[in-house]
């Protein structure tokens, strides 16, 4: 991950859910222009709450919750780190508009579209960035890598990247998953406690709304 001078910023995504089988799909991503500050600084606060291993809001481990508030104090604690993220309800999706493109299936299409979207919506006029994406083409059907390539003007390259070797992804897959978890009203001791602390750190009450700001944006999808 090196710090090359044409690059304005880092960008770092993942996803929760799906358009076939969950009730929502969310696209989400973090953006930073010193990604190497917070890796090291997101590692130490792992190791001080002594989770070495990989970070998934997922996990129903109750002994990570301290460390995933850390980083959500963390996030929220500094100014430069960014998140974004586009929410789609599989009920309000139209998977027939996506039919007839290259052979891709409708779900695949509607995948690589909103991951384009969010992409779009979030590099403005001047800014160049590195994308890296939280590596799923070994499980998929899609051609996300190259469709974004492509297709993304503002996107100097587009990788994926296995989560397991970068804590920003990891922090992506928190917000996203803290976003998904309140949206399904998931109970679960590991995971409310988790999106209970966002919510109370952005002084939100729910992430079922439009949340705007430059700092933490979470984007509901309508259709025309």
């Not at 709450?49 to 970070?55: A, D, F, L, N, R």
């Not at 996506?98 to 995948?111: Q, S, V």
């Amino acid at each position: 991950m090196g710090q090359e001078r044409h690059i304005s910023h880092w960008i770092f995504a993942d996803e929760s859910g799906n358009f076939k089988t969950l009730d929502y799909m969310i696209i989400g991503m973090v953006r930073s222009t010193d990604p190497l500050r917070h890796e090291a600084e997101i590692e130490r606060i792992c190791a001080d709450h002594g989770v070495p291993y990989e970070i998934k809001y997922s996990s129903t481990n109750t002994r990570t919750v301290a460390c995933k508030q850390a980083l959500i104090d963390y996030f929220c604690g500094d100014d430069e780190l960014e998140f974004r993220c586009i929410v789609k309800r599989s009920d309000v999706v139209d998977l027939n508009r996506y039919k007839n493109n290259l052979g891709i299936p409708e779900k695949d299409m509607a995948y690589n579209h909103t991951y384009q979207r969010l992409l779009e919506f979030n590099l403005g006029y001047g800014e160049r960035a590195m994308v890296y994406i939280d590596d799923k083409s070994r499980t998929k059907s899609d051609n996300l890598i190259a469709y974004l390539q492509w297709n993304v003007t503002r996107a100097a390259d587009v990788q994926p990247k296995d989560s397991k070797d970068f804590r920003l992804i990891q922090l992506a897959d928190l917000l996203i998953g803290c976003v998904y978890g309140e949206l399904t009203d998931n109970r679960h001791p590991a995971k409310l406690p988790v999106h209970g602390h966002l919510l109370a750190r952005r002084g939100l009450r729910t992430f079922k709304h439009k949340c705007p700001g430059d700092k933490f944006q979470v984007w509901h999808w309508r259709p025309k």
